[in-house]
């Protein structure tokens, strides 16, 4: 299946993991557009928090996005043509997330914009689980 790292630190974890070289794609525009990473053996690598909070702003949205320059657009295709999607979020604190510019923005943590987007991935009938780790 696809796989699809979402988040700086633990694309680091991965790649070390892997013995691969983290490479960055796309520097990313800030808060629009998500820094790119490139891993072998993963399709797609991005920054975490605020991807995948741009996720569920538009996952419902009626959005053409096959490969993009988007790291979130292209996760809303991949999660749109799954018949069966599986998270392993990490239960680790991020501090950072808890920085008033995230609340300013509007930004969910990771436990609970996941579980946004698996009550809106079930709406469209998919087969969603999501495992704590």
């Known amino acids: 299946g696809i796989k699809i790292v979402c988040g700086g630190s633990t694309a680091k974890m991965f790649a070390r993991q892997l013995n691969e ?14 820094p790119a990473y490139k891993i072998k053996q993963l399709d797609l690598v ?13 996952i419902e949205e009626d959005i053409v996005c096959e490969k993009s320059q988007n790291p979130v657009f292209d996760i809303i295709h991949f999660l749109k043509v799954a018949d069966r999607i599986q998270f392993f979020v990490g239960t680790a604190q991020n501090i950072e997330t808890d920085d008033i510019v995230f609340k300013q923005q509007h930004i969910v ?10 009550e809106k991935l079930k709406a469209m009938e998919k087969n969603v689980i999501v495992n704590y780790v």
């Open 21 to 34: 070289q983290l490479e960055v794609i796309e520097q990313g525009f800030g808060f629009i557009t998500p």
């Open 109 to 118: 943590p990771r436990y609970k914009i996941i579980l946004r987007i698996d």
């Open 46 to 58: 991005t920054e975490g928090i605020v991807t995948l909070n741009q996720v569920n702003n538009l």
